[in-house]
């Protein structure tokens, strides 16, 4: 179960940032949803990640309309940074219009076929050791209703997966994954957000191939 830290000494003695096990924790000003058992099966959902030395990444809030998905960055809705999970099985990267610039499509591909034994990602944010952290802890808890913030690891980086299954299929992750979340997003067609961690070369040989 995930832990409302009431301070930064909670933060220490809750959290372990060299295991390969993965740890959430829950920062909320609502006392039932503090409490809330994983996986998660009401959107939107808030997450965040947490490093070593207590900063945090930006926020994303996977929300679901209509039988689509919604990956943004941050609490904006649609009209902003986003990714598409849309029920038609387009998916896409999106980038809303500003006063200045006009709306940008980025990369767009299609949902994968889920075939095999092994579940494939429609989608994954990337939180390496060395990447953005927007602030602090302390700063963070202070001002959000609700976050989800996974905890991070010393050196390795932390995936979050974003898979779309059957709803017949139940999925058996190893130790080493975190169901986050579990919400039905259409009719047969259940939303699995999944955390874990991996080395951090793994990135480096993806953008080296890329």
């Not at 830290?5 to 993965?22: H, I, Q, V």
Request: charged share 25%; glycine share 8%.
């Amino acid at each position: 179960m995930p832990t409302n830290p009431a301070d930064l000494n909670d933060l220490g003695r809750l959290t372990n940032f060299e295991s390969d096990s993965m740890q959430a924790i829950t920062v909320s000003k609502d006392k039932d949803r503090a409490g809330e058992e994983l996986p998660l099966s009401r959107a939107p959902i808030m997450l965040s990640v947490l490093n070593s030395d207590g900063l945090v990444s930006r926020r994303y809030r996977v929300g679901v309309t209509n039988g689509n998905t919604y990956i943004n960055v941050g609490h904006g809705g649609r009209n902003s940074e986003h990714v598409s999970l849309h029920e038609s099985r387009d998916q896409h990267v999106k980038f809303s219009a500003t006063k200045t610039k006009p709306s940008v499509y980025g990369p767009r591909w299609s949902e994968p076929d889920q075939l095999g034994s092994m579940a494939v990602p429609s989608y994954r944010l990337l939180f390496p050791t060395w990447g953005h952290w927007q602030e602090s802890f302390a700063d963070r808890a202070s001002r959000v209703d609700h976050e989800l913030m996974i905890v991070g690891h010393g050196s390795k980086q932390v995936m979050i997966g974003f898979f779309i299954l059957d709803s017949r299929r139940v999925p058996s992750p190893s130790d080493a994954h975190l169901v986050i979340g579990r919400v039905t997003v259409r009719k047969g067609k259940v939303l699995y957000i999944v955390a874990w961690k991996e080395p951090q070369d793994v990135l480096a040989d993806a953008v080296r191939n890329s």
